[in-house]
């Protein structure tokens, strides 16, 4: 990762910590920022960045903020295991950027 996309990232994670009060999304607990995580709901796997874009796989909308492995497992939201959710996801993000 460049220095660039890593303050990106960086700034993401501060944002989408600020917008969430810093708690886990699945447990409620509250994190410490550098203990926080970012996990993609929908995987950024080569096949689900080629069928729903970089934009989306990487949308604040597709992270959610967790504190640990077995909460990141509980976000996911592969479309092969829950594809109506994830469509559900994917068209959300796409109504509101148009």
């Known amino acids: 990762m460049t220095g660039r996309k890593k303050a990106d990232a960086i700034e993401q994670k501060a944002q989408i910590y600020h917008e969430r009060h810093g708690k886990c999304e699945v447990c409620n607990k509250l994190i410490p920022?550098?203990?926080a995580q970012l996990a993609h709901r929908i995987p950024k796997t080569r096949r689900y960045l080629k069928d729903y874009g970089k934009p989306f796989i990487h949308s604040d909308d597709n992270?959610?903020?967790v504190c640990s492995l077995r909460c990141n497992s509980a976000v996911l939201l592969d479309p092969k295991t829950h594809p109506m959710e994830a469509e559900e996801l994917f068209y959300r993000w796409k109504e509101r950027r148009s």
Do not use: G
Request: proline share 0%; charged share 35%; hydrophobic share 65%.
């Open 63 to 65: 992270l959610a903020l």
């Open 33 to 35: 920022f550098d203990e």
